[in-house]
Nanobody, 121 residues
């Protein structure tokens, strides 16, 4: 089981940048797929970006070219660099660890507690 703690959220102006961090502890990090999800009020939780154990990444279309996910297996960390932020990126962002192919489920894998990102002038 992997335990996850997110950090790095906050208030930023439109066009600004933030970097979210997810610290993982426990076994199996290096064989887990990692994902960043977000949930805005009244909306479903959506997958923003994912990175597999082999380093392959995937992004939801609305963040492609603006966000970058990376992982540091030696340090058990996952990062989400977010650039050119817009108010539509405002949400609580969650880190998720799961066996490859099983991201997003609540009965498998682990979730962090979430970190708030607010994009506003």
């Amino acid at each position: 089981q992997v335990q996850l703690v997110e950090s790095g959220g906050g208030l930023v102006q439109p066009g600004g940048s933030l970097r979210l961090s997810c610290a993982a502890s426990g076994t199996s990090f290096d064989i887990s797929a990692m994902g960043w999800y977000r949930q805005a009020p009244g909306q479903r939780r959506e997958l923003v970006a994912s990175v597999w154990p082999n380093g392959a990444t995937k992004y939801t279309p609305s963040v492609k070219g603006r966000f970058n996910i990376s992982r540091d297996n030696a340090g058990n960390m996952v990062y989400l660099q977010m650039n050119s932020l817009t108010p539509e990126d405002t949400a609580v962002y969650y880190c998720n660890a799961a066996p490859p192919g099983l991201l997003g489920r609540f009965d498998v894998g682990s979730w962090g507690q979430g970190t708030q990102v607010t994009v506003s002038s």
